[in-house]
């Protein structure tokens, strides 16, 4: 974007809604904002705490391992389903249903299966983000080109090989978009896992400072969490764009 | 067309070594009869074109003779054997070239050898040489999305010849590929067929091209498709590449056909 003939370096408008917020929070008008100045200190001072770097491990081992349960339980499930008519149809019901059910709903029936510890976080974590994971995978396998598949079976192409040579790297495009989305809705699932099954992780610092109205502290964990989540994101997306070259051509 | 017939010389099932017998087959889907006790011998070594209008069936028969779909009656035998998949003895070219996208040319043509297990050193090494031969060296890691149709359609004929199956299946491979660029691929293929000693059964709807090509061309009517006519060219075939269109056999053949096919042209 140009403004005034200037070319503005990308998000530049982020440096207009921080003045904006600095500026709510110097007035004073609200305890809940503190300025971001302020925010900012506290970040930096809060990174090296132990509690911290705890909640940081726990959250990144809950969430971690729900997004590889999502990822290798999703992927082959979707391939398949997009491959055999019959999985599709025991299957596709389900997948749909849970796609766009409120899963947080969910959570105290996890909780009384799998108890209050960690299994029951990283299963809310994988619940949130296996399904477009699936979707994404079966669609992909489903816009396939025919005589792709046709090529793979006249050269002779072991179910296995056609699995891991064909199938998987041409559906690869679509699978990445579901694993990025995925990945964000696995966010939400491991913090709202945090917060509703045990008291650990950022869902922790989350309770201890918003109880005791440490609103900076709460901002700044805050932050880094949609830091987190957005850098993911964008790496994954930039993943997808290393491959759209022949995403386009298949 | 008997005249066309004795002229040319028909087709003789009894002295012809076979490399492909097409017997009896039919095909329905569903209520539709695409193809009815069809029957075809293809001799080795040469070069055979299924023309046809469009939907006579053509890519079908290819396709069973391949052993990707099923016939619902009748029998293929390869070399005696009696086929009942797809099989290493046969290899495809295909319309739309089915290129893996995400593999550069030297990968896309050493493909067949790698779902047969070959070693890596030596199937590259055996795709190197077709590379080679089908006149792409240099392009060895190049992506398909960064060649011309003509080229993806040598890194498919690459491909197929690098297994070394006795039967090559190419349907309408050419149709794809810009004009001039098909006149250079047809000379090849020429080439080939004489280098090579396969059997080639080439699908097209080109009767230019089948006749250009072909050692024997079976002429398929559609609804259901049957063999309406095998014409066997004589006098041009030992001849030099530039000279063929221009025999009076070659002109009088499109003509033939062309006056058989056009009553089925929509």
């Known amino acids: 974007m140009t403004l005034f003939g200037y070319r503005l370096p990308a998000m530049s408008s982020l440096i207009l809604w921080a003045a904006v917020w600095e500026i709510v929070g110097l007035s004073g008008w609200t305890f809940f904002i503190p300025p971001l100045s302020e925010v900012i200190t506290t970040l930096f001072s809060v990174i090296g705490t132990p509690a911290f770097t705890k909640a940081l491990s726990q959250t990144a081992y809950a969430f ?39 899963l947080t709903a969910l959570v105290p029936v996890l909780m009384v299966l799998f108890g209050f510890g960690m299994k029951s976080i990283i299963i809310t974590t994988t619940l949130f983000a296996i399904w477009i994971i699936i979707l994404n995978s079966r669609a992909g ?27 998987f790297w041409a559906a690869l495009p679509e699978i990445l978009g579901g694993v990025r989305i995925g990945v964000i809705r696995a966010v939400k699932g491991v913090i709202i896992g945090q917060l509703l099954i045990s008291i650990v992780g950022f869902g922790a610092l989350f309770e201890l400072y918003s109880n005791n109205f440490l609103m900076a502290h709460f901002w700044a964990v805050l932050i880094v969490l949609f830091a987190l989540a957005f850098s993911l994101s964008e790496f994954l997306g930039y993943l997808e764009r290393r491959i759209s070259y022949y995403a386009a051509s298949r | 067309m008997s005249q066309t017939s004795d002229a040319f010389g028909k087709a003789d099932p009894i002295d012809i070594d076979s490399a492909v017998s097409v017997r009896g087959v039919s095909k329905n889907y569903g209520e539709v009869e695409a193809l009815r006790d069809l029957s075809l011998e293809f001799p080795r070594g040469q070069l055979t074109s299924l023309l046809g209008p469009s939907g006579c069936g053509k890519t079908t028969l290819l396709k069973i003779i391949a052993g990707l779909i099923p016939a619902t009656a009748g029998e293929i035998e390869i070399d005696g054997r009696k086929v009942t998949g797809p099989g290493p003895d046969r290899a495809f070219v295909f319309q739309d070239f089915a290129l893996l996208p995400w593999a550069n040319v030297l990968r896309n043509v050493s493909f067949g050898l790698e779902l047969r297990g070959v070693g890596k050193s030596e199937r590259e090494a055996v795709a190197e040489k077709y590379i080679g031969n089908v006149g792409l ?11 011309s149709g003509g080229m993806r359609q040598r890194v498919g004929l690459a491909r197929a010849l690098s297994v070394d199956a006795q039967v090559l299946l190419l349907d309408e491979p050419f149709s794809a590929v810009d004009e001039q660029n098909r006149r250079k691929f047809q000379e090849d293929l020429l080439a080939l067929v004489r280098n090579e000693n396969k059997t080639f059964i080439f699908v097209t709807h080109s009767i230019e091209e089948a006749v250009y090509i072909s050692d024997q061309i079976a002429i398929l009517l559609p609804r259901p498709s049957r063999v309406s006519e095998i014409i066997r060219p004589t006098s041009f075939r030992g001849t030099k590449a530039d000279n063929i269109r221009r025999s009076p056999e070659y002109l009088d053949i499109v003509d033939q056909i062309w006056a058989s096919l056009r009553n089925y042209v929509e």
Do not use: C, T
């Open chain 1, 64 to 102: 971690g391992a729900g997004v590889f349960f999502a990822v290798v339980i999703g992927i082959p499930v979707g391939i398949l389903m997009g491959k055999s008519r019959i999985i599709d149809e025991l299957l596709l019901p389900w997948v749909n249903i849970f796609l766009s059910a409120p």
């Open chain 2, 137 to 147: 060296s240099g392009f060895e890691k190049a992506y398909p999305h960064e060649l």
């Open chain 1, 141 to 167: 396998v489903k816009q396939i080109n025919r005589s792709l598949v046709e090529m793979a079976r006249s050269f002779g192409a072991s179910p296995l090989d056609a699995f891991f040579k064909v199938y």
